[in-house]
């Protein structure tokens, strides 16, 4: 049985991705990026959110939170993405 190397496996998958957006980003002038919109507050749900964030900026990415309290209303949260 062959065992699998996981963390080579990741860091191969991490440096492929890495150079796709390079890529991405000579061809159109534009980065990439990730938007992630969070309603309320749970710790569980942050602590998440906080580690696709911090993974997608060491890929080159750009990202963004928008986070609103969990009374917010639904055009609130509309014109913020429209802006």
Do not use: C, W
């Not at 496996?9 to 061809?27: D, N, Q, W, Y």
């Not at 998440?48 to 309290?69: P, T």
């Amino acid at each position: 049985m062959k065992l699998l190397d996981g963390k080579k496996v990741s860091a191969e998958i991490k440096e492929e991705l890495k150079s796709k957006i390079r890529e991405e980003k000579e061809r159109s002038g534009r980065v990439p990026g990730l938007g992630i919109i969070q309603i309320g507050h749970n710790e569980a749900a942050s602590v998440y959110v906080q580690s696709q964030l911090k993974g997608s900026r060491a890929l080159g990415m750009e990202s963004y939170l928008y986070s609103f309290d969990d009374s917010v209303e639904e055009e609130t949260v509309l014109k913020k993405l429209r802006n």
